[in-house]
């Protein structure tokens, strides 16, 4: 059973860059697009982007300028990073398993989501 | 603002058969697949239905999608109170360099 974990610290200062990192279990990354999602609190899910073992991203053009996805097929996690955050980037952030085609809404296989504040 | 429209909730009673549409239009899902998911309190979003209208293995068959033009659909059979949860559907969107876009989410409620 392909397993999804995120990680990464729950609290980020304004301004400052947050961190998360997505470990896969139970299969390989390998040809599938690997998302990150988020939901803050009470709202509604927001798609922030995807990456392939190969290094292709494709981001939410209205987080494009501050957002950086990356891929360690090695050890079957990617990762997220998110610059400049204010008190709107507060959120449940989860990593999702995309399909094989670059146009596939179809997330198969989500992590728990991790909470990060944003906070002085 | 959501870029597929929902209507924010639905309820019905046991036993009784409840849809959610999803409008969009025709750089999403007029020309690309929906894909539905169910979010129970306080869990993460869980696959529902995708390619339109295709179960994953595991999913009851009293739920079933369906698309037609620019809107799609989620239809519920038999409601159970354990289906009171969020539902979103999601579709690829062609627009710029193309993006998931996500509904707003229909908040069930069984009566």
């Known amino acids: 059973q392909v397993q999804l974990q995120e990680s990464g610290p729950g609290l980020v200062k304004p301004s400052e860059t947050l961190s998360l990192t997505c470990s896969v279990s139970?299969?390989?990354?390998?040809?599938?697009?690997c998302n990150w999602i988020r939901q803050p609190p009470g709202k509604g899910l927001e798609w922030i982007g995807y990456?392939?073992?190969?290094?292709?991203?494709n981001y939410n053009p209205t987080l494009k300028s501050r957002v950086s996805i990356s891929v360690d097929a090695s050890k079957n996690q990617f990762s997220l990073k998110l610059a400049s955050v204010t008190a709107a980037d507060a959120a449940v952030y989860y990593c999702?398993?995309?399909?094989?085609?670059?146009?596939?809404?179809?997330?198969?296989?989500w992590g728990q989501g991790i909470l990060v504040t944003v906070s002085s | 603002q959501s870029v597929l429209t929902q209507p924010p909730s639905a309820s019905g009673t046991p036993g009784q058969r409840v849809t959610i549409s999803c409008s969009g239009s025709?750089?999403?899902?007029?020309?690309?697949?929906v894909s539905w998911y169910q979010q129970l309190p306080g869990a993460a979003p869980k696959l529902l239905i995708y390619?339109?209208?295709q179960r994953p293995s595991g999913v009851r068959d009293r739920f079933s999608g369906s698309k037609s033009g620019t809107s799609a659909s989620l239809a519920i059979s038999g409601l159970q109170s354990e289906d009171e949860a969020d539902y979103y559907c999601?579709?690829?969107?062609?627009?710029?360099?193309?993006?998931?876009?996500f509904g707003g989410g229909t908040k069930l409620t069984v009566l």
């Open positions: 999702a398993r995309g399909g094989f085609n670059y146009y596939d809404s179809t997330l198969d296989y």
């Open positions: 139970g299969g390989s990354i390998s040809g599938y697009f």
């Open positions: 990456i392939n073992d190969s290094g292709y991203t």
């Open positions: 025709s750089s999403n899902i007029g020309r690309n697949i």
């Open positions: 390619n339109n209208n």
């Open positions: 999601a579709a690829w969107d062609d627009s710029l360099n193309g993006l998931v876009v």
